[in-house]
């Protein structure tokens, strides 16, 4: 699949880490294979260790809450993951505390595999890259507590 026929390209818009944000959930930060097979990197999931056993819980009061979703660096360690090789991302460690903004869009849960997952449906409509591809490789892995930056609800 090639990456170069997208006509809309991803907005990132500034937030403020003194607005309302309510926190997501904590854990180490994956995604399902199929997020970067489909090029969707529409959702991801937080687990409560490393080794991946169990699944943090979230916090889905929020559901359909518009804002800008945001992982907070708690803690840190090397990333397993290869990498998406045909757009030419790979893992980086972040720093202790970094804020990493992953998308804007509006909050959605779903099931992969009895997992709960969280990610934003953007608000342009597009097919691809629903979170930021490369935010999301920043943080692959890391321990981070994941906060929505809560918006004015939109008509």
Excluded at 7 to 21: E, L, Y
Excluded at 126 to 147: G, I, M
């Amino acid at each position: 699949m090639t990456h170069t026929t997208r006509t809309k390209k991803q907005r990132q818009v500034p937030f403020s880490n003194s607005g309302t944000a309510v926190v997501i959930g904590t854990g180490v930060l994956n995604w399902d294979r199929h997020e970067r097979v489909s090029d969707r990197y529409g959702t991801i999931v937080l687990y409560a260790n490393p080794e991946q056993s169990i699944a943090s819980p979230l916090n889905t009061d929020f559901f359909k809450q518009t804002g800008i979703l945001v992982a907070r660096v708690i803690q840190t360690r090397k990333s397993p993951h290869i990498g998406d090789i045909a757009r030419g991302l790979f893992p980086t460690t972040p720093t202790e505390d970094q804020l990493i903004q992953l998308g804007q869009g509006q909050l959605f849960f779903e099931r992969i595999e009895q997992i709960q997952s969280v990610g934003l449906r953007p608000f342009d409509g597009r097919e691809f890259d629903w979170l930021d591809p490369r935010a999301l490789y920043q943080c692959h892995f890391q321990t981070v507590e994941l906060l929505l930056f809560q918006e004015e609800t939109r008509r």
